[in-house]
């Protein structure tokens, strides 16, 4: 995949999504290697046992043979003691390699959600890629863990007991082998089916959990409009398709299950019987019949629990495929491999020539066309128009969120297009109409604008933004929890704390969305004057509806059906007649 928009493209291999996650355990091959070799000394003490048993059922009861009795239970407690050991260190090393392998997995997915354009989030869930980041990865755990640990531990069983069972009699083995294929065939068949009902499991709980993170940040709207009867009632159809989805799933691996078990003790108690005609009729010894059951029990034991692996690691592989699917996308904005430099002198000058452009998830519908025009440096220019009319669009472009279809971009004379992104988003600072704040204390949300600020660089920002008076009065002071999305601020106060971080930033161009258009009149005016504070020396751009924020702005563009239709100062615009004036009487005269 190469897009942001091929999430979901269907997957018909088995367990071949797994090896998307083998970069990461192949950090740790020391690790892995001493697990290896634990797992080996584990399965080679379980396979000494039977050759003991043998020598116990053939001399071991005999009268005189007392001291052999004694020397093979010896034997028997030091391969008991390396079993014991090899395998608590296997577990040991499996498990502490698997939740280091998922640690880096979360990481890196997250790190790439991180890289991807705002045109991946346009569409997809958060609830979603939350599931992904957390349940797929727990599943990928278990494989990486004790799911693999088992699977390689019972393929060295059961590759070594036939090794053995052939030692042990040929003719009995024959018997065995020849219905391996009748065992085997049915696992890797019921497999696939086991890892499309995993993975459809996978998605229902991800669809369920995506609704809870959406109803759940939406509670103040769910309880004002009293819908908690309705938004429970879907949340339950959700939780129930995915209930019906793993009971689906978990009745195939049931399935799997039976038959696997059946016939690897079918075809065991077939050879025994055959065994136990033939110790009866003299052609075998009791203590080889029994040397030769036990591994064919070990073999099938670990043939049976294959199965129950197979399906562990099928359910693996239909979380490492959504992973994966992650990690494939690639973002649709990216700097080029020869990025341009800005100049070092950032002087805050803009440029549009030209500009036409569609959101990619509205493809058809143009929200600028062929937009140009000029901000020199240190100017405060407003742009203003109905809803709909590309105000938004005009920053989205600039912070370089979505690349144009047509014409360019230029700061500081260079196209956005052939620099690095990042170096482009370190010239400006945005103040949001709704802005975000972090569940975290008051200084770690304004320093988020510059994360090496010191104490006092935060303390002095906030003060510029008005915001210190009510800081301090907050129970902790700058120390003092916000809560998620800052919800125990008021809006005047939280546009103030998104101020202090754009004025900690210290960029060269400022942008203000609708900075104040939710704000009671207090609020408003102390938030202005934080702004009349931040604008000063920088490039501005204001955006908003209400136009007396804007009355004192260098120029003023009127943009509508994505063009710019008038351009000039507030006194201008309104002596023109045209549709600033129209709006302006609206507001002015209401």
């Known amino acids: ?236 159809a959700e939780v129930n398709r995915a209930f019906d989805a793993a009971r689906t799933q978990i009745r195939t691996r049931g399935l799997l299950t039976f038959v696997a078990i059946f016939l690897v003790f079918v075809s065991i108690i077939s050879v025994l019987w055959i065994g136990a005609r033939a110790v009866v009729a003299g052609d075998l010894s009791a203590g080889t019949l029994g040397q030769f059951v036990l591994y064919a029990v070990f073999a099938a ?79 405060t220019v407003a742009i203003v128009g109905p809803s709909g009319a590309g105000k938004s669009t005009v920053f989205q472009l600039l912070l370089r969120f979505y690349d144009p279809a047509a014409g360019r971009i230029l700061v500081d004379g260079v196209d956005v297009a052939r620099a690095d992104p990042r170096d482009v988003r370190r010239r400006m600072a945005l103040v949001a109409q709704d802005p975000v704040i972090f569940a975290a204390d008051v200084r770690d949300n304004i320093r988020f604008g510059a994360p090496g600020a010191t104490n006092m660089a935060v303390e002095q920002a906030a003060a510029a933004a008005h915001a210190d008076s009510f800081v301090n009065a907050l129970p902790e002071g700058y120390s003092t929890q916000l809560g998620e999305r800052g919800v125990t601020l008021s809006g005047g106060q939280r546009q103030r704390i998104a101020i202090a971080r754009a004025i900690l930033r210290d960029a060269p161009v400022l942008l203000l969305d609708e900075a104040t258009s939710a704000l009671d009149a207090e609020s408003e005016r102390l938030v202005q004057a934080a702004l009349d504070t931040l604008a000063k020396g920088r490039t501005t751009l204001i955006i908003a509806h209400r136009l007396a924020t804007v009355v004192g702005a260098d120029r003023i563009l009127v943009m509508d059906g994505g063009r710019i239709v008038e351009e000039g100062t507030h006194a201008e615009l309104v002596e023109a007649g045209g549709l600033y004036a129209r709006l302006a009487r609206l507001q002015f005269e209401a």
């Open 301 to 379: 034991g670990g043939l049976s629990e294959l199965s129950q692996v197979w399906g562990e690691l099928t359910a693996a592989a239909g979380a490492a495929e959504r992973l994966a699917e992650i990690l494939e996308i690639r973002p649709a904005v990216t700097a080029p491999a020869n990025p341009q430099v800005l100049p070092p002198k950032a002087l805050g000058e803009i440029r549009f020539e030209g500009v036409s452009f569609a959101y990619p998830s509205r493809p058809d519908m143009a929200t600028l066309t062929d937009l140009s025009f000029a901000i020199r440096p240190g100017e």
């Open 1 to 236: 995949m190469t897009d942001e928009t091929a999430a979901k493209a269907p997957r018909r291999s088995s367990l071949k999504p797994l090896r998307s996650m083998l970069p990461f355990a192949a950090r740790y091959k020391g690790r892995a290697f001493a697990a290896l070799g634990a797992l080996v000394a584990a399965s080679a003490a379980t396979l000494a046992v039977p050759i003991a048993v043998r020598g116990m059922i053939d001399n071991g009861f005999v009268a005189a043979s007392g001291h052999s009795i004694n020397q093979t239970f010896s034997v028997l407690m030091v391969v008991v003691s390396c079993l014991a050991l090899a395998s608590a260190l296997r577990y040991y090393l499996v498990m502490t390699l698997g939740e280091r392998v998922v640690a880096d997995v979360r990481a890196a997915v997250f790190s790439h959600l991180t890289e991807l354009s705002p045109a991946f989030f346009d569409t997809a869930r958060s609830g979603e890629i939350v599931s992904r980041l957390t349940a797929d990865t727990t599943q990928i755990k278990a494989a990486a863990g004790s799911s693999a640990s088992i699977a390689l531990r019972n393929l060295f069983l059961f590759f070594g007991a036939a090794v053995m069972m052939v030692v042990s009699s040929p003719w009995l083995s024959s018997i065995v082998l020849a219905a391996i294929p009748l065992i085997v065939l049915p696992l890797v068949a019921f497999g696939r089916t086991v890892r499309k009902r995993s993975r459809e499991a996978q998605d229902t709980l991800a669809d369920a959990s995506a609704y809870a993170q959406e109803a759940i940040g939406a509670i103040r709207t769910v309880q004002a409009y009293t819908s908690e009867v309705l938004v429970t009632s879907r949340f339950t």
